[in-house]
């Protein structure tokens, strides 16, 4: 990744964080604890791909460049028994999306090492496929592509790999005739006309680009790739039927998709001809097909839709044919996420969080759930969410991301019978064993609401002493559709460092506790999510060591609408930050990036039919009632949740004349922490906020 154009912002930072140390609020002499330029040091570990036989390891080492502000990623082995861990690849250049062959004797990736093309996509700029034999290690570019490649799959007899590739259209969707400029004039840039409801994307500078992701097929020795689907649609991962002549793929090909975001079908794409067969065709979305060993099933996951705000993923499986589609996780209420057959196709191992904690599970052919495995980590170095990863090798053995409140993702695996996971990487031992890092506490308390049972988590700042009296940090994850878990987090790490008792929880609404607990706030976002919130807050005071006069709040995304929303509804926080958050909800309707699907699954219709509705829910209707001193902080490149939304609300309290600051971060999308530096900006900015009235 090349360097980005630095901003005030970033360069301030970075020039005073050498002596900014771990923060001020309660900050004491002692052992060293997590500081702002140690999130640059942290490493996780990424799409661990199990070999067929289960004897290695591939995954991809992931880190942070403090020169160019960006990732870094290398493919790296290691011995099941955790022995001869190497690398596989190093330089400059970035390597992903590791896949063994059938035979575990090749392993196909995505890089963009010296010899690719100029193309861009999702893999990165200038992405090819390339092939390793594992044997001698040498290596073969296959692919000179215009674009770059993902869901890389091989063929069963490991003679082709189908991936997914952007196809561009060129079209003019108005034939303007406009006068020729005169002879060294200069009229501006082109002007751009768009005409489809989804235009743009979060953290794109530019209008979305015309064209569609399509199915290719290319020869395991290199060649000229094939393209197998058409027409004016999106085609998820395929995947390769038992016998290796025709590919699954999930699709949205209505012609009404861009109104109808969410139903998807699942295709059987014939290798030799092209011709697609829909097998399914209930309103929902059926994505992620796997067909079972014998290749006399398939299994998938999705849901009948209810334009719900919360809908649990279902695993279903079907006949090769798609007859006689049943649904095997009925009893089972929990997301299904990534799926894969167990060998002789008796059932299928799954992930899914369960309470704010990551897990593999298996599923038998008569719907009966067992877990296998806990503490699959999520990927995200910034807030404890959820979003592991595993893979499973012939013989049952699950390579998966393993993580605490201690560490982000290490690799490990662990073997069906034994249950018992062995953790082959320490990527981070380095930093964090050298750390006194805030000690993380689960709690569970009861809403003032109605007494439902709510989880939370408290970071406990380092050399923690309960007979003293710290301020608080309510820290709210977004989604709302989420959760928050035991997994590790710099931001309340460098909280915690500072001096702050921090609280997360999990309000309702929060995934990982069944589908009638995520709809709670159903059409009613926010409500009594608030009093989740508050609750927990009492709860932590009810433990004698925080001070009820120095409590503080932010959140950012969800975190961030819930954030403006307390504070427009209480003055009990000293200050607040609300990060890259809804203020407006009839305005981020028609002006997010994704219009055709807000307002029908979490409002009732449009806001012009139901206004009364979405004021109510706004923050922006509470703002008159605001004393607390509020900072907004959001990227100028988030289409999520667009800068407008913080402008209107830091408006209006201008107007109110409460004490309000706006802090836009440049280049920075709707995942502001992507970059390290604007995970240290943000957390030094909301340090600082919360310092400034902690003395008032």
């Not at 926010?526 to 932590?540: C, E, H, K, N, R």
Request: charged letters at 20%.
């Amino acid at each position: 990744m090349g360097m980005r154009p630095r901003s005030v912002l970033t360069a301030t930072f970075l020039l005073l964080l050498a002596c900014l140390g771990s923060g001020t609020a309660g900050a004491q002499e002692g052992p060293r604890v997590f500081q702002p330029m140690d999130a640059f040091e942290m490493e996780l570990a990424v799409d661990p791909q199990i070999s067929p036989e289960g004897s290695r390891v591939v995954y991809v080492r992931s880190g942070f460049d403090p020169m160019t502000d960006g990732s870094t990623s290398d493919l790296w082995i290691v011995n099941a028994d955790g022995s001869d861990h190497r690398p596989l690849t190093s330089g400059s250049a970035a390597f992903g999306s590791p896949r063994w062959s059938p035979g575990g004797g090749r392993l196909a990736y995505v890089s963009t090492q010296e010899g690719a093309s100029s193309g861009s996509g999702s893999a990165g700029v200038g992405a090819e496929i390339w092939v390793r034999w594992m044997d001698t290690g040498q290596e073969a570019k296959l692919t000179k592509l215009t674009e770059s490649p993902s869901s890389l799959t091989w063929s069963p007899d490991g003679e082709s790999i189908a991936f997914t590739m952007f196809v561009p259209e060129h079209r003019t969707p108005l034939d303007v005739k406009m006068p020729r400029a005169p002879d060294g004039a200069d009229w501006g840039p082109p002007i751009q006309v768009i005409d489809k409801m989804k235009y743009r994307a979060d953290g794109d500078p530019s209008f979305v680009r015309d064209g569609y992701t399509h199915v290719f097929v290319v020869p395991a020795e290199g060649g000229t790739p094939r393209q197998l689907t058409e027409g004016p649609y999106n085609h998820g991962a395929p995947a390769w039927m038992t016998d290796g002549n025709a590919l699954l793929v999930s699709a949205n090909r209505r012609p009404d998709a861009t109104h109808e975001p969410a139903d998807s079908d699942i295709y059987r794409v014939e290798l030799a001809t092209g011709r697609l067969t829909q097998l399914t065709e209930r309103y929902g979305p059926d994505n992620n097909p796997h067909p079972s060993p014998s290749g006399d099933l398939i299994a998938y996951t999705g849901y009948d839709d209810e334009h719900q705000g919360y809908q649990t993923a279902e695993l279903y499986v079907m006949g090769a044919d798609g007859s006689g589609s049943r649904l095997l996780s009925g009893d089972f209420d929990r997301s299904v996420g990534s799926i894969a057959w167990a060998a002789g196709g008796v059932g299928l191992f799954f992930s899914y969080d369960d309470e704010g904690n990551g897990k593999v599970g298996f599923m038998n052919l008569d719907g009966e759930a067992q877990e296998l495995v806990g503490d699959v980590q999520g990927l995200s170095t910034g807030r404890p969410y959820s979003g592991g990863q595993f893979s499973v090798a012939g013989n049952g053995r699950i390579a998966f991301t393993h993580g605490t409140p201690g560490h982000p993702a290490e690799l490990a695996v662990v073997d069906r019978n034994v249950r018992e996971p062995r953790i082959l990487t320490d990527l981070n031992g380095d930093l964090l064993d050298h750390l006194e890092l805030g000690e993380v506490e689960e709690i569970w308390y009861e809403s003032s609401f109605d007494g439902r049972r709510i989880q939370g988590w408290i970071v406990k700042p380092p050399g923690f002493d309960p007979s003293q009296s710290y301020p608080l940090v309510l820290e709210i994850h977004g989604g709302p559709f989420a959760n928050y878990g035991d997994r590790f987090s710099a931001e309340a790490q460098l909280y915690a460092a500072a001096g702050y008792v921090v609280l997360y929880t999990n309000p309702r609404g929060s995934t990982s506790y069944g589908q009638e607990f995520g709809n709670l706030i159903h059409h009613a976002y926010p409500s009594q999510d608030y009093d989740d919130l508050i609750s927990g807050v009492d709860a932590v005071l009810e433990q004698g060591y925080v001070d009820g006069d120095r409590l503080f709040v932010t959140g950012g995304s969800g975190g961030g609408v819930l954030s403006a929303w307390i504070v427009g509804h209480t003055d009990r926080f000293r200050a607040a930050v609300v990060q890259k958050p809804v203020i407006n909800w009839y305005s981020f309707v028609l002006h997010a990036d994704n219009p055709a699907f807000f307002y029908k699954y979490w409002f009732p219709g449009p806001p012009w039919e139901h206004m009364e509705h979405y004021m109510a829910r706004s923050p922006l209707s509470y703002v008159g009632n605001v004393t607390t001193p509020t900072m907004l902080l959001t990227g100028e490149l988030d289409y999520r949740t667009p800068m407008s939304e913080s402008e209107q609300f830091y408006a209006g309290l201008q107007i109110q004349g409460v004490p309000s600051m706006l802090v836009r971060i440049p280049d920075a999308s709707h995942g502001i922490a992507s970059q390290p530096s604007n995970l240290i900006a943000k957390v030094q900015h909301i340090l600082a906020w919360f310092e400034k009235w902690d003395g008032e």
